[in-house]
Each structure stands twice: as C-alpha cells, then as structure tokens.
C-alpha cells in the first residue's frame, strides 16, 4: 500500500500543506489514486461516501491549474454528474478550498491564478450560457444531458476543445458507494 506521506509529495508545497493542516493525511482512497492520476493514467475509484473520492479527484486539477501545468483561460477539468443537485454541491464545496488555497498563496507572496468554477445543467439561463462560450470556467460542472447538447453545438466543442481531465461519477449497484471515473 503507498505511503500516504509520499502521495502528498506530488503536490506542490503550499498545496501540500494546505492539505495537511486542513485535512491531516490523505485517506486510503487518496493515497492510492493520487500517483497513477499525477502519472497521467485513467482511474477508477469505487469508495464509500465520505472517503474522499470528491477531493481526490479534484486535488490533482487544482494543483495542476494552480502552478500553471494546465494555463488557465478555457476549460480544463469537467466534472459529469448524474445529478444537477450534486453538481450544485460540489461547486460549493470546490469554492472554500479554492478560497483557503489563494489565501495561502497570497500569504507566501505567490501569485495564484483565477480559477473559474460554474456549472451548467438544463435550468442554466440563456445568458449564462453565452457568457460561459466566450469566457469558459477553467472547471465546467454539468450533467449528462448538458454535455450532450455542449458536444452537439461549434461553441460547446469550442468550450470543451482545451479538457485536460474528465471526471465521471455515478451511483453504484453497492450499497452506499458511488463510483469515480477519472481520465487524464
């Protein structure tokens, strides 16, 4: 089994220790995806609720449009989610860290890029999605059936021309597991 102390090395030190005041050590989960995901190779995570799939996920992307791997200015990471409710959830969830991580930075005198987060789903107003084409979010949360209509349009496929990693969730035939795709 990895050590978890080793799967943090791969992030860079002021995420790093974000993660280890804020959360500690890295879960099982986390210590065990966390290399083949920073080595470039597809995963498949199936946890219970609560082991931190969600971050594992995420963690590696921020990092990666933190120190500027992926530059920032198009759509980088996008997150599929079965459920507009859940992709609701996670863009709030993805907001205090992304907030604790600029402070970090800031406090180390380190520039830390604008990260945009939204999500688009079937409710997204017409505006929004205007909007979205010409300035994409670095990370676009949506749904199956958004994606759909994103892949069937020149601006969607514009939109989505730059991903760097797709992330997949979806509920699992197990009892109170949820299963993580994560390509890379």
């Known amino acids: 089994m990895p050590n978890p102390e080793n799967a943090l090395e791969l992030f860079h030190p002021l995420v790093r220790d974000w993660f280890v005041k804020r959360l500690g050590k890295p879960t099982d989960i986390q210590a065990k995806a966390w290399p083949i995901v920073a080595s470039g190779r597809h995963c498949l995570i199936t946890a219970p609720t609560g082991s931190g799939k969600t971050l594992t996920a995420f963690l590696w992307a921020l990092d990666r449009l ?24 996670i863009r709030r969830n993805l907001i205090t860290p992304l907030g604790e991580l600029a402070l970090a930075f800031k406090a180390a005198d380190r520039p830390f890029p604008h990260i945009g987060v939204q999500t688009r789903s079937g409710d997204t107003p017409a505006d929004e999605r205007r909007k979205m084409s010409r300035h994409p979010p ?8 958004s994606l759909n209509i994103l892949l069937s349009s020149a601006s969607g496929e514009a939109m989505l021309g730059g991903i760097a990693t797709v992330i997949f969730i979806c509920k699992s035939p197990l009892r109170d597991r949820e299963v993580l795709i994560l390509g890379y």
């Open 66 to 89: 933190i120190t500027g791997a992926w530059p920032p200015g198009q759509t980088r990471v996008l997150y599929v989610s079965p459920l507009k409710a859940l992709g609701n959830d």
């Open 138 to 145: 670095e990370i676009l949360i949506t749904t199956p059936e």
